[in-house]
Nanobody, 127 residues
């Protein structure tokens, strides 16, 4: 049984930092991509960043470039999202998701094509 479990969310002040983690279990993920999405109140869920398990290539949407860093630890089967210089607009529930890689690929695939999703973790940025 495949599971993705997010952690690390919380309340942080404007300009602060958080590191989210997504622990994956239940299968090997070679040839897969792990993505972070987020959904703000009253808005649609949107792509944030992705990383391939091998070779670890990273992709970001423009709004988080230079502030967020996605990475993976193969030994721990965990994907991280380091978030710096947080602003109120980053407030959302953050989800990790996984699916096999198919070319072409541009930051994220369509959400409906992901095989597995985590339950989400809340990030709240206060001014």
């Amino acid at each position: 049984q495949v599971q993705l479990v997010e952690s690390g969310g919380g309340l942080v002040q404007d300009g602060g930092s958080l590191r989210l983690a997504c622990a994956a279990s239940g299968r090997t993920f070679g040839g897969w991509v792990m993505s972070w999405f987020r959904q703000a109140p009253g808005k649609e869920r949107e792509c944030v960043a992705s990383v391939t398990w091998s070779p670890g290539t990273t992709y970001y949407v423009d709004s988080v470039k230079g502030r967020f860093t996605i990475s993976r630890d193969n030994a721990k089967s965990t994907v991280y999202l380091e978030m710096n210089k947080l602003v109120r607009e980053d407030t959302a529930v953050y989800y990790c998701a996984a699916r096999p890689i198919v070319i072409p690929f541009n930051v994220c695939y369509a959400q409906t094509t992901y095989n597995y999703w985590g339950q989400g973790t809340q990030v709240t940025v206060s001014s």
